[in-house]
Structures are given as structure tokens and as C-alpha cells.
Nanobody, 122 residues
Framework: QVQLVESGGGLVQAGDSLRLSCAASGRTLRYYAMGWFRQAPGKEREFVAAISRSGSNTIYADSVKGRFTISRDYAKTTMYLQMNSLKPEDTAVYYC??????WGRGFAYYSWGQGTQVTVSS
């Protein structure tokens, strides 16, 4: 089982950028498809983006398409979420997830991080 730790969250203004990182330990990331999810206060957790094990395929929620970019660095066993043109509605706790067999928009990923807070002020 891989352990995941998110970092890079913070308080920014609308229009700013942030890059979230998801560091893995316990096993190399090359065996895992990975995803980012978020949960805003009072709302259910939702899908943000996912990247295949090879890194050659990515999918995004419509709400972040064109503003967010998911990527991975196998050498550093790290996944990233570059977030540009941030909006107040992007405010949430962001979680990374990983799974050896599942890849998609659902919640079937086996491993989850503890989350990092992103707050976007207007």
C-alpha cells in the first residue's frame, strides 16, 4: 500500500495560481493511477482530475478544465496539480488518491491522503 501526503495548499486571491503536490512513500508511483479530489465545506467530495499509470491519459472535471493541469514525476514519486486562474468556488480541501487497478472519476481509489486546504478569496 502506498502512503500519500499532500502539500502546497494555502490562502490566495482570485486569479492567483497554486501548485499542489502529492508525495508517495512505501512504493513507487509507477504502479498507480492517481487522482485529485476536493471537498468544500458543507458539500460532498468531488472529482477534480486523474492521470493514468503511464501518464499519457488525463481527465478533468468540467469546472476545472483549462485551468488545472495534473502531472506526475516518476523519479520523484510525486504527482502535481497546477491550479491557475483560481476562483473562490475552488476553495476546498484537496485530496490525492492512488490505485493499482482503478482509474477514473469515481471514488474507488484504494489509497488517500489527508488533504491540504486551498482557500481562494475574492
Amino acid at each position: 500500500q502506498v502512503q500519500l501526503v499532500e502539500s502546497g495548499g494555502g490562502l490566495v486571491q482570485a486569479g492567483d495560481s497554486l501548485r499542489l503536490s502529492c508525495a508517495a512513500s512505501g512504493r513507487t508511483l509507477r504502479y498507480y493511477a492517481m487522482g485529485w479530489f476536493r471537498q468544500a465545506p458543507g458539500k460532498e467530495r468531488e472529482f477534480v482530475a486523474a492521470i493514468s499509470r503511464s501518464g499519457s491519459n488525463t481527465i478533468y472535471a468540467d469546472s476545472v478544465k483549462g485551468r488545472f493541469t495534473i502531472s506526475r514525476d516518476y523519479a520523484k514519486t510525486t504527482m502535481y496539480l497546477q491550479m491557475n486562474s483560481l476562483k473562490p468556488e475552488d476553495t476546498a480541501v484537496y485530496y490525492c488518491a492512488a490505485d493499482e487497478g482503478y482509474w477514473g472519476r469515481g471514488f474507488a481509489y484504494y489509497s488517500w491522503g489527508q488533504g491540504t486546504q486551498v482557500t481562494v478569496s475574492s
